[in-house]
């Protein structure tokens, strides 16, 4: 499978805590009822951790995984397997409810490799030993529960991101309580012992997310950002070019990256991802940000040159320039920003051969096409084919294929705007034989 190294190694460490815990259950001879649900709650946590230290955006091992744009859409699908795993661990827990999780199971110890049961203990109240504060089933429930309400609150959409970043920063909060519910679970040793190997490697995973957790609160803010100064805002056709200028230098990026920025205003705080359109030799930078909610109506109507800005960034690893000699470029309105970038970047003599197809709803909504013509004409090797969909058919595999005359296989094919236009050419070019390591896409959403 043609899947990034992150992938692979995000795979390694469930296949790993696997084989250790298995090994030990059995050993242990747990009830295999038991073995499945500590199995799926330990799996959910391990999920939990693996998103915390995705969500601290490691820049060494971005790479790893194509990019930060599939880092957060691994960070995503790990959320909803966590909140798939909770609901699986909290049905079968033995005894029926959250408060009989911890010591559900019957007590066993091995010695010699034999599991040997306890003597029979008396009686005593549910959730002994706990009166002095919450049952650990209690503790564990209320950080699932919270944790549960964060993740449908992520995958509503209809929530306005500034919103929805909001509370996803509690994320982390409701981690650290089922951590104390795990270490408390541990800590007893009647299921899973503290210093056996799954006890520790569930230890040293939730470890790693809180310290990933309080990186992210504690010192990410202040670091990793530099200041920069808007120097014009310009209003486009239902979108807005921002352009800022360094204060302390510029920094290097490929074309096709992008960064989050947070412009230090009211009601501008929050950081937001935009690709780079500047070009990578500009003394600047330059965002072009479509109009689709609060927040870039307000950078539309509110914003004005002299306010301050912190760039982070950049990130990304969509960059044509590094692709193959024949290439076909794909770009769905606001998309076409990073073919923007490219195009400002490459100079006569580039020596490929590139087709672009710019897909917009109506002609006027085709941002800087005049530019882009112009450059066109002057780098030699570039084609640029405006599709309007109120004016005849969208974009799609066969129409590529009949423009080009061509083998479609021959060629590279870079992808960006709306998910359903680039689901639709993706699956069009490989159902005509194209490999999917030839079909590239910047994953336009992150939430």
Not at 321 to 342: C, D, H, M, N, Y
């Amino acid at each position: 499978m043609n899947l990034p190294k992150g992938v692979w190694a995000v795979a390694g460490v469930f296949a790993a805590y696997a084989a250790v815990y298995w090994h030990y259950v059995v050993a242990a001879a747990l009830p295999f009822g038991a073995q499945l649900s500590y199995f799926a709650g330990s799996g959910s946590v391990i999920c939990m951790a693996l998103a915390l230290l995705l969500s601290a955006r490691p820049r060494a091992v971005e790479t790893w995984f194509g990019g930060l744009d599939r880092m957060y859409k691994l960070h995503k699908y790990l959320g909803v397997a966590a909140l798939l795993l909770f609901i699986a661990h909290f049905a079968t827990v033995p005894g029926g409810g959250p408060d009989d999780d911890p010591a559900a199971a019957p007590a066993v110890s091995v010695e010699g490799g034999a599991a040997t049961p306890p003597p029979p203990a008396p009686a005593e109240p549910a959730d002994a030993g706990d009166e002095d504060g919450l049952p650990v089933g209690t503790v564990g429930l209320v950080g699932m529960i919270g944790f549960t309400l964060l993740i449908i609150v992520t995958l509503n959409r209809k929530i306005p991101y500034h919103r929805w970043i909001t509370t996803h920063r509690f994320m982390g909060l409701f981690f650290m309580i089922v951590s104390v519910h795990v270490f408390l679970v541990l800590y007893e040793g009647e299921e899973i012992a503290f210093f056996s190997a799954p006890g520790v490697f569930l230890t040293l995973l939730l470890l790693a997310g809180l310290a990933a957790y309080a990186y992210r609160r504690l010192f990410y803010p202040a670091s990793g950002k530099r200041p920069f100064t808007v120097t014009a805002v310009n209003r486009l056709e239902r979108a807005t070019e921002v352009v800022l200028r360094p204060k302390d230098g510029m920094f290097p990026f490929e074309p096709g990256q992008f960064a989050f920025v947070t412009i230090d205003a009211a009601g501008f705080r929050e950081a937001h991802p935009f690709t780079i359109s500047s070009g990578a030799t500009e003394d600047g930078l330059r965002f072009t940000m479509k109009v689709l909610g609060d927040y870039t109506r307000r950078v539309r109507d509110d914003l004005s040159a002299g306010a301050d800005v912190a760039v982070e960034g950049p990130y990304g690893r969509f960059n044509p320039l590094r692709g193959s000699e024949k290439q076909v470029w794909v770009a769905g309105g606001i998309g076409i920003t990073p073919f923007l970038s490219v195009l400002r970047t490459m100079a006569p003599g580039h020596g490929k051969t590139v087709r672009l197809y710019y897909c917009v709803r109506t002609a006027n909504e085709a941002l800087f096409l005049g530019e882009l013509e112009a450059r066109a004409a002057d780098l030699g090797g570039v084609t640029i084919t405006l599709f309007s969909s109120d004016a005849g058919p969208r974009i799609d595999a066969e129409a590529i294929g009949a423009d080009l005359s061509e083998t479609l296989t021959d060629w590279s094919y870079y992808l960006c705007g709306p998910k359903p236009m680039v689901a639709a050419v993706s699956n069009g070019l490989a159902k005509r034989g194209v490999s999917a390591g030839r079909i590239h896409n910047e994953e336009f959403e992150f939430r």
